[in-house]
């Protein structure tokens, strides 16, 4: 059986039951649609909706517990950076402080300092000491740098202005990265407090960068993480993993000034989502920017997506088939009972009208065979007075008058007495019945209809076909039906066939063939579905073939058909020589389902 036959229910092919031929069924087709809708709506709409609530809900979780993570370690960074740079500008502010102009400007007593700064703290490089004309009057380190004017450097100004200055990452002339703390003191000049004179002077060392990176090297960042610096223009302070080497101009979009640690996302040239955490460093020129792929920080994510929408999709899909076999299952079940219920009662209706017509016939048969028979009697008594009165025997044309009477009167008694036969074995009456007496009493109500039109009769049944017992008035019906609807397929000059074979010891084969219009292929199936008719214009009920069904199975036969269209039909009956009641149900029930 094919899969297909679980899901999709058989009544889908059938015609709408809004013809007028069905409106004694329900409409099965519109029972399954809505069936299904509303128990795949009432299944599916739960649990989708939760499924996407909670997606959105975890998705939104996560993307959050990622920016907090992204601000956690910027802010953490930014302290780290903020203790670094505090703990550098601290030990000049010190120096600067502890010491006397005449007392810092030695060279001998600066060179000490360097020492213990190297020795102590590490990353300081040089120490120079600038006055306030901006001439460096006293330096320790690499290069001759004593006597040089910073007065017109921008550097130099700020210093003087905010009394502390932090400068950008620089090559200068190590030309390696490198950038300088200066912190200025002013201190008294002579010593006539009425003639009191201030002046200042600036402390100012430069500092390895090395250990400035470490700080940001060190940082186990997940999602491909960078960790770097940027100074207001963009320019990259400390390197960096992806984003560009030192001093080159990064191609992240500068972030917007904030007193606090800010995330943001941002989309780069390859249309990567990114997640940034920045942080801009108080007093100095430096933002501190943690960048994360928001894709690689999602990808645990995704993986545990793609196995709920997988998962979710299995489940609709067994949820939709279960609801279609089940929907189907108890439909067809309902439709094969329907389908019962409906044969069952245009049954009892066509019973109730075979009985009525059987009544009808019987009560005609008797009120006409009673003048029958005087005038059968009458007609006798004037022959006989006719020929031994010896008046009018010679007279042979008044003779032949009388003896057609009496021939009219013969016929009309046979055609009463078959009603009769008719009207009798509409009665439920196990019998043993020859099948050639059995086909010439149907022929006989159709005999003039066949003339009159022109339709060929033969009928081939041998002598010798043992008689069958059954209910002889169903066996008149099922052949009755069968010779109707043959008729009805032949529009004239045609050629009825009936014959009969024995098929074996028990069973023999009656086949009805006509060369009428013939059936088309898709009406082949449904021919014997109740109320189905392809002839409703003309008054076409769709009972006769349905009911002949029934009394086949009912006799435990069966029936079979074969049509081409335009060469005409043949149906073969196959009936068992001893009437069985046992299969009914089960013939009907596999026929409608």
């Known amino acids: 059986m094919p899969i297909a036959q679980y899901f999709k229910p058989a009544f889908l092919e059938r015609p709408s039951p809004d013809n007028t031929v069905y409106k004694h069924t329900f409409n099965f087709r519109k029972i399954w649609k809505m069936t299904v809708l509303i128990t795949a709506a009432v299944a599916l709409i739960p649990l989708i909706s939760i499924t996407t609530i909670d997606y959105n809900v975890t998705q939104r979780a996560l993307e959050s517990e ?89 550097w130099f100004k700020k210093a003087v202005e905010h009394g502390v200055y932090i400068s950008d990452v620089f090559l200068g002339f190590r030309n390696q990265p490198h950038f300088v703390i200066a912190v200025k003191r002013v201190y008294s000049i002579g010593e006539d407090q009425k003639s009191l004179i201030k002046d200042f002077y600036l402390l100012r060392a430069t500092i390895d960068t090395e250990h400035f990176n470490e700080l940001l090297s060190g940082l186990e960042l997940s999602g491909m993480g960078d960790a770097f610096i940027i100074n ?87 949820i939709l088939g279960v609801i279609l076999s089940m929907t189907t299952y108890l439909v067809n079940n309902l439709y094969t009972a329907d389908k019962k219920r409906a044969m069952a009662m245009h049954r009892i209706g066509y019973d109730n009208k075979m009985a009525t017509i059987g009544r009808l016939a019987a009560g005609v048969a008797h009120e006409i065979n009673n003048p029958l028979a005087v005038i059968n009697e009458k007609a006798g008594l ?11 025997d010679k007279d042979e044309k008044l003779i032949n008058l009388v003896d057609s009477v009496i021939s009219s009167v013969q016929r009309c008694g046979n055609i009463t007495h078959r009603l009769l036969n008719f009207a009798r074995h ?84 009656i086949t009805v063939s006509d060369t009428g219009c013939g059936i088309k292929a898709a009406d082949l199936e449904l021919i014997f579905e109740p109320f189905y008719t392809t002839k409703a214009s003309k008054g076409g009920t769709g009972l006769g073939l349905s009911i002949t069904y029934g009394l086949v199975s009912e006799a435990g036969g069966y029936i079979k058909v074969e049509s081409e269209v335009g060469k005409g039909t043949h149906f073969m009956v196959t ?10 149900e089960e013939k009907i029930a596999n026929t409608l389902s």
Not at 575 to 584: F, Q
């Open 232 to 318: 207001h223009n963009g320019i990259i302070q400390t390197p960096s993993r992806i984003h560009g080497d030192v001093l080159k101009k990064i191609d992240i979009p500068i972030p917007e000034y904030s007193e606090h640690t800010e995330v943001r996302e941002y989309m780069d040239s390859k249309k990567n989502i990114n997640i940034v955490g920045y942080a801009y460093i108080p007093d100095t020129n430096f933002i501190l920017m943690i960048v994360k792929n928001k894709a690689q920080l999602m990808k645990a994510w995704y993986s545990t997506r793609s196995v709920l929408i997988i998962f979710l999709a299995l489940s609709i899909t067994i």
């Open 426 to 509: 509409l009665e439920v009456s196990i019998q043993s019945v020859n099948i050639r007496n059995l086909i010439d009493d149907v022929l006989g109500f159709l005999g003039k209809e066949a003339e009159y039109r022109s339709i060929k009769v033969i009928v081939d049944i041998p002598d010798n076909l043992p008689d069958m017992v059954c209910d002889r008035g169903k066996m008149q019906q099922i052949f009755l039906n069968l010779i109707n609807n043959a008729f009805a397929a032949i529009e004239s000059d045609g050629t009825l066939k009936i014959e009969a074979r024995e098929k074996n010891s028990n069973f023999c084969i």
């Open 66 to 154: 990622i920016l907090l993570r992204a601000g956690r370690v910027a802010s953490n960074t930014k302290r780290s950076i903020d203790f670094f740079l505090a703990k550098h500008k601290s030990v000049l502010d010190f120096l600067i402080n502890d010491n006397t102009f005449e007392e810092i400007k030695n060279t001998q007593h600066l060179t000490e300092i360097l020492n213990h700064l190297k020795t102590g703290f590490g990353g300081f490089v040089d120490i120079g000491v600038i006055n306030s004309k901006g001439i460096q009057t006293a330096y320790i380190g690499d290069y001759k740098l004593e006597g040089k004017d910073y007065s017109n450097q921008e």
């Open 382 to 392: 004037i022959k006989d007075m006719f020929i031994y009165q010896h008046k009018y």
């Open 575 to 584: 009936l068992p020589y001893k009437h069985n009641r046992g299969k009914k």
